[in-house]
């Protein structure tokens, strides 16, 4: 059975940091270039960042360029995302979501985690 | 690029046909998919390419289109069906952009 699994979310302060993971199982992780897509609470979906199989190409929505990172460990089969600076709009469940064909960065999403919230307050 | 899905909502009862359409600011060929969310679940995709059929998913689902204008068709609409479905455009990139969504309820 394939899988994405998300962790990390949880209760930051504006201003606060945080750090995302999605653990991949069931399929050879290092061949797919993965994404991560987040949706606000009765909202729609907003692409936020790719990175390719390797982990050396990786590209951002504006909204968060220069404040997240995305990155990869294939001997792990984890992805992670780094974030930086949030503000009470980047408060949304992140989906990590796998790029439905060998290498490509940019295709379909055929395989999404279950999400993890990220909840900003003071 | 920006995805206008019409109509937003959509009551519709069991055995009924529906149409759900996106409309893309710019020409994007056929470079379109469609993705059901049940509430509290992740997405999932069910049409790439603008109208092929993603495997293992019902053959009640179609998908047409080019350039603009797009359609997804439920055929015969199944209780499992009324969730909330959204286009997404591979076409120019980044970013990546989303439809705002179409919410199919039970009449």
């Known amino acids: 059975q394939v899988h994405l699994v998300e962790s990390g979310g949880g209760v930051v302060q504006p201003g606060g940091s945080l750090r995302l993971s999605c653990e991949a199982s069931?399929?050879?992780?290092?061949?797919?270039?993965m994404h991560w897509v987040r949706q606000a609470p009765g909202k729609g979906l907003e692409w936020v960042a790719a990175?390719?199989?390797?982990?050396?190409?990786?590209y951002y929505a504006d909204s968060v360029k220069g404040r997240f990172t995305i990155s990869r460990d294939n001997s792990k089969n984890t992805l992670h995302l780094q974030m930086n600076s949030l503000t009470l709009e980047d408060a949304t469940v992140y989906y990590c979501a796998r790029v439905g064909r060998y290498q490509l960065l940019y295709w379909y999403f055929d395989l999404w985690g279950r999400g993890t919230l990220v909840t900003v307050s003071s | 690029i920006q995805l206008t899905q019409s109509p937003s909502f959509l009551s519709a009862s069991v055995g009924d046909r529906v149409t759900i359409t996106c409309r893309a600011s710019q020409g994007i060929s056929s470079d379109l998919a469609w993705y059901q969310q049940i509430p509290g679940k992740a997405p999932t995709l069910l049409i790439y390419a603008a109208s092929t059929l993603q495997s293992g998913v019902p053959s009640r689902f179609s998908g047409s289109g080019s350039g603009t204008e797009f359609t997804l068709t439920i055929n015969s609409l199944q209780p499992e069906d009324f969730a909330t479905y959204y286009c997404q455009q591979l076409h120019y990139y980044p970013p990546i952009t989303f439809g705002q969504g179409t919410r199919l309820e039970i009449k």
């Open positions: 069931g399929f050879t992780f290092s061949d797919y270039a």
């Open positions: 990175i390719s199989y390797d982990g050396g190409y990786d």
